[in-house]
Nanobody
């Protein structure tokens, strides 16, 4: 399994970015896809997740109403649309995946840096 994250960059507060996570190596119909982030000096934290087959989603309270996770089955890609960005959203964002029923995320992509200026 390979996960390739992209789409990070520098944006002003209030702006938007869309992150992409291209997945390859197997079929993901029985997987959960997640986004995590790690800010400087802080621990990695959960941001959002989506079940590939069914599309149910959940979000961290800090991003609810601002971020949207979605998927494109044809492209085997998961997206994280981030709106109304805040400086505290600055972090390295990682995509990850795990099989349904498995607690820990098993596969991780490289991070993509998001910097939100005030």
């Amino acid at each position: 399994v390979q996960l390739q994250a992209s789409g990070g960059g520098l944006v002003q507060a209030g702006g938007s970015l869309r992150l992409s996570c291209a997945a390859s190596g197997r079929a993901f119909s029985d997987y959960v896809m997640g986004w995590f982030r790690q800010a400087p000096g802080k621990e990695r934290e959960f941001v959002a997740a989506l079940t590939w087959n069914g599309g149910s989603t959940n979000y961290a309270d800090s991003v609810k109403g601002r971020f949207t996770i979605s998927r494109d089955n044809a492209k085997n890609t998961v997206y994280l649309q981030m709106n109304s960005l805040k400086p505290e959203d600055t972090a390295i964002y990682y995509c990850a995946s795990r099989r349904l029923g498995v607690v820990l995320y098993e596969f991780w992509g490289q991070g993509t840096l998001v910097t939100v200026s005030s």
